[in-house]
């Protein structure tokens, strides 16, 4: 049972992709009023220009992105590119509840900010990970404190969300190396959001995977490695490739660890079933033999807020391999919003959320 | 204002997918207390293994499809191939609301059944299209009034709805010829259900538009002539061509038909814009030069109960173009179920559905 | 038995999708020599950047597009945007091969060009479709003596020769009615070409069927209704919807027609076997209860210079219904310069092109 | 220059995808006579209901696989599930050059082929990727001297071959370490072969990327370490995970090592310069900043027999990264194929092949 506390929520960026699913999830949320919806270069046109599968809010015009026009709400979501959101953010009360999609202010280390991103660090934000193991915490609950009552949240970024869930039980309970971490992912093209470039291109998508970012410069990794620190581990260093493959959604993220010295294999799968057995949107697949589909799909997540995650341990390699799906632009993005919003002001963490997603 | 209704329902036919699209609209119905779920080859194993993307049921075991498992629940949803259908519902208790998303019940004329289905016609249903309109109509109401407190519906076929609410509105005003009309459909993979055939494997299908079904074998064929019987047509005949194209979901449909002789082309979308003005979930896109996203894709009804429906007259060729776009497994199969099931409860029509597509 | 006749081939636009096919293609012709390769904005880069898959020639500088570059070849294949080919090929000498994979030469009618292009009638040239059947002729002959010796082609478009390949047959032996066509295309992306535009990217195409050009404003129109006239048609019209659907290359072309009164059913496929019995390139599928796959499919295509037809009639609808697929860069675009290449020099007109598809 | 060398081909398995592919290309083959084609359950149908795209063989009638039907061959192609190509290859007469595009004779240690496949090992014969460097090498001779004269060739695992050339040159330059070798790949659905199970449905498999064969079984690992071991290292140990993405051919490896203690990171390229700078079937992508693609992609592979190899340091986690695309059916199985048929039998090792894909 809780008190109704309907709030009014303005989306800046309502154009872009991350926007737009911030938007359908809190047209499904019952205490949110949706205001102002913003944009850049869109400003002056209606939203259904740009999102014709939101029916409801086909002809709500955009207003320019402004403090002006976003501070009078109670709640404002930026799905901006970075840089931007810092700007704006900055100028936005205190008492307003401002959650960043973007990556200013997800990273505390202004040297990791400077290295990836270049530019002035605009500082950290309270991380919008609910499900983020603290060292020496079996199920998370330190995370959830720190957004509690929060007006301020760093939503993580997808790619990091897939590949934290995965390792995290078994770097916070010990059974896993932080060092020599490697993880590659097939990721959907809204993941790039809405960019008009060549490579995105549907004639160039459509049958093929390819390759970007690889080599250690994709700026999700010092977020990546951030969170492991928070999970407990002394240092950590990972292998990071994204490819992108021909689905609109969806993020699946191989990432693998060695055994740490010592640990028995048969004892590693526990870590994982106390990190995950209640939380609400993280399902661990069932173990081998008993029935059920055992490694994840990213087409059981689509539109939901789950992550689907298993975990194996190849006794030959000497490695464990995790396997995580999700959908980028819901747990990834703005449902991961949604549910962060939800502690801070107070509400069920599930409220407005669904983890049954659309398939086939 | 409406008092609550809870309800219990089954679910026959769980493990296929229009079972499964059934259950996911269920587990966000309000009303709905999902009660057994069946199947035939598949009773006894779990729903996860055939549905992973229905998180909160995963761990629900199917019972074998019969009528002392089905007949408790105050509904009955039927997933069942055509043939099947009519069997199990001859042996379900009168009171018990029964909605058959297969072909069994959906055709008034014997006839037109034993040409197209053949062996024996179990009889007709109700009709679960809301929208259909009925000669002399400009807005549907009568098709509702069949099917406030029925106990028996006939879901359409995704092929029918799509055609029918393209055309419709031009049949009963009149500015339309029905006979003559032509249909090409692409459609998603879905749709064909979950049949092990060669041609339906993704390495086949990948890539690869392939016409099925053409030269007037389809057995949607029967349905959409009697629904523009309904509305008003002396006569039809239709050319009806289905094509298989690369996505999950979706069917896009380019219905055509001659101008009515002496009809001005510029008073024909007035009969859209009259049928559909107030329809919860068909949405009349905008004409030409507003601005809006002027022709329908499926990808702005992906999970929604939402129909997408373009006119336009093509005054060279004296024939006027419509095009819809809708969900396969929603509005055209599982959320015509729920909406028709809230008319025959006397529930809300909308409650429980969602108009909002997944995009991108 | 043929002598051998090298000859250098140069290529405009060749950073496009459509240049890029034609240097595939030619890459593959044991006597083109392929001399220079042009370009507008791109000219200075190397061609492995646009099109690694041609590995061949990724080092390859493009050179910018002028007459003087093209000029000294003993072929030129233009790749270009409207308007720009026109101007160009002004400036070429009169002994060089000319292949136009642009509109600007296509039309015949300076009225039509105008109506559906606009600006000034560039002139029509010698058409390069072989297989075009004139009035009175069962299998095409005519077409190719107009293109022996040409100096100057401009290739079909796409869609229209899907569509004319679907239909010719049955006009020219007068079993349809040549008015009230009706045409309704799934279309691969790569027929929009390499244009960044939103509705082209990956995350909207993906998993998505999308209409365009609807409503009789689609430039291909014009381009048909002239072939069937060339094929017998005293007055043509036709209804003409492509669609978008999830695929990188292909056109499947559903096309139907009235069957002309007093035509027995049972006479039609006749036209179709005459026809195409010994065309290399047109293959008519075999007819219903043979055993072969029986109606066309995309998949089949991919890569060869192969239309496959098949036509059904529904005595039902009164419509004889074709399909048609080809891969739209090969004998819808740059397949078909080669094959008119060939007969324009004297050459085998098989040489060097495939008729096996790359499936699945 | 050489001698016309004209031989006859046998293909068992002809319905199927390999086997299909095989014939795509020995219709290209300038000295290839196509002569039986075999089948199981498939003999007694033509090839045109399997293959739709081979237009030339559509009326051939498949024979039952025996080895009096392939036996009066000069060459048999053998595209069969493991332990049939076993079974029959045994039957075939010594002067038959035989290429098992399947498993059974692959691996050279009975012991692994226990382990991953069970039953009988058959033995090992001539191992087909003429690329695969011996300890000690720096470009691949030793292995082309096997394969010259052969009569058996084993053709490598689609997957293996991905593998192996990414990491290969690094292994046998000594710069990588062979122990701790991650690699996951994003697979297209062919590479399943014509297998109707569920997951492998279009509607499953179109938008969604699954995990399979996770956690150390699958049966491509022993194959690859074996050919590492071949490349000079001393113990090697992998983790390997494929994953299937929406697409109906491809494979784009992510294969990464850590760099060998006292390795310069800028002296790793070097190896796969030296490699891969003749290869006429490999093809190492430009370093960073030349303007040209640097990272592989699937779609530039498509049809034909080229892998495209990238490699590059990630200095901050100590881990080499190579990324490799190729056409699973073609550098993945039938193109491999042929290449050594022509060095088995003499003929230039790239004939009837070729390097330039099929793109966009």
Known sequence: MFMHMSFT??????????????????????????????????????LGEHHPHLFALADRVLEPTTADVLGGHDVVVLGLPHGASGEIAAQLPDGVLVLDLGADHRLTDAAAWGHFYGGAHAGSWPYGLPELLHAGETTAAAQRETLAGAT????????????TLGLQPGIAAGVLEPLDLVAVLANGYSGAGKSLKPHLLAAEGLGAAQAYGVGGVHRHIPEIEQNLRVAGAADVSISFTPTLVPMARGILATATARLAPGVDPRDV????????????????????????????????????????????????????????????????????????????????????????????
Do not use: M
């Not at 929520?9 to 949110?32: C, I, K, M, N, T």
């Not at 205001?35 to 002056?44: E, S």
């Not at 059920?292 to 190849?314: C, E, H, I, K, M």
């Open 269 to 360: 799968r526990a870590a994982w079933e106390a990190a995950y057995a209640d939380e609400p949107f993280v399902r661990l697949l069932p173990a081998a033999g008993d029935g059920l589909s055992r490694w994840p799909t990213t087409a059981a997540t689509l539109g939901a807020n789950t992550a689907l995650v298993q975990v194996g341990v190849d006794e030959r390699a000497g490695r464990v391999v995790t396997v995580t799906a999700l959908d980028n632009l819901v747990k990834g993005t703005a449902g991961a919003a949604v549910q962060s919003l939800n502690l801070a002001l107070g509400l069920p963490e599930t409220l407005g959320l669904t983890t049954n997603g659309i398939a086939p």
């Open 152 to 163: 301020r949240v760093a939503v993580p970024g997808c790619n990091v969300t897939a590949v």
């Open 9 to 46: 929520v303005a989306v800046a960026g309502a154009s872009g992709y991350a926007g737009g699913e911030a938007l359908r999830l809190l047209l499904a949320h019952p205490e949110a009023r949706i205001g102002a919806l913003t944009a850049h270069a869109n400003a002056g046109s209606r």
